[in-house]
């Protein structure tokens, strides 16, 4: 059995927000996503889809695209993005509920995969605005706005300990964490999310979010403090998924 990642599907069968406008990677994303799947995932492995599932408005809306991710091979565990509006943490137990079999969504919980525990949040990371002097070069940004991101980050937080303490309580003492935003802002070497992956160990941080060349560096790619973090985001893998065990 094999573990593999990909983040940022952005379907949109029913919404109908074709993705070819933000690049020429995009064309075709939906055929790249199902081949490589379907080359690479067996039956028996396990894809964790980072978020950004479908641009749909609320589930209805988003039923053909929950179809086609249903349809790819493998135990598919689906994780919340930014853009995911047919999903808050209240509708997670419903969602379990009515896809069971089928799909699995991580929030507030944890899946096994071997002797693994897979928890998650979405995650957040503060993104300006920036401003910049003459070179490019980061001089000041919105004091506002980050401090709302702190707000936001403490909020996600606590729903990742709850992931953290429903695995451990199950005894589980190897994890691998999935996040949505990066676990890091362009201003910082480290987070609450770094640090909570150091205190319990985590080997891999997998997240995903970041579009395009210009933002694929945006935070912690490879080995930091003994954890490896991977970027796992539809664009940055042309949409070929990661295995990360």
């Not at 573990?3 to 379907?11: M, N, P, R, S, T």
């Not at 069971?100 to 919980?109: D, E, I, V, Y």
């Not at 949505?180 to 997240?207: C, G, L, M, N, W």
């Amino acid at each position: 059995m094999a573990l593999y990642a990909i983040g940022d599907f952005h379907l949109s069968f029913q919404a109908n927000k074709p993705m070819d406008m933000f690049g020429r990677v995009w064309r075709g994303h939906e055929e790249k996503i199902q081949k490589n799947c379907n080359k690479l995932v067996c039956p028996e492995d396990t894809i964790v889809i980072t978020g950004d599932h479908s641009w749909g408005r609320n589930l209805e809306e988003c039923r053909e695209d929950l179809a086609f991710i249903e349809a790819l091979p493998g135990r598919k565990i689906l994780l919340r993005g930014n853009h995911d509006m047919f999903w808050n943490v209240k509708k997670t137990a419903r969602l379990n509920r009515e896809y069971q079999g089928r799909l699995a969504f991580l929030q507030n919980n944890y899946y096994a995969y071997e002797d693994y525990a897979l928890v998650g949040t979405k995650g957040y990371a503060f993104e300006g605005p920036f401003y910049l002097d003459r070179k490019g070069r980061i001089i000041d940004w919105d004091k506002a706005q980050e401090e709302r991101a702190k707000k936001l980050i403490e909020r996600e937080m606590i729903r990742l300990q709850t992931s953290f303490d429903a695995a451990s309580s199950a005894g589980y003492r190897k994890f691998i964490l999935f996040l949505h935003y990066p676990p890091t802002s362009i201003i910082e070497t480290d987070s609450a999310f770094t640090r909570i992956a150091e205190q319990y160990h985590v080997e891999h941080v997998v997240y995903a979010h970041c579009h395009g060349e210009s933002r694929f560096g945006d935070s912690i790619r490879g080995n930091y403090h003994g954890v490896t973090y991977h970027l796992v985001s539809g664009d940055f893998l042309n949409f070929c998924p990661e295995r990360i065990l």
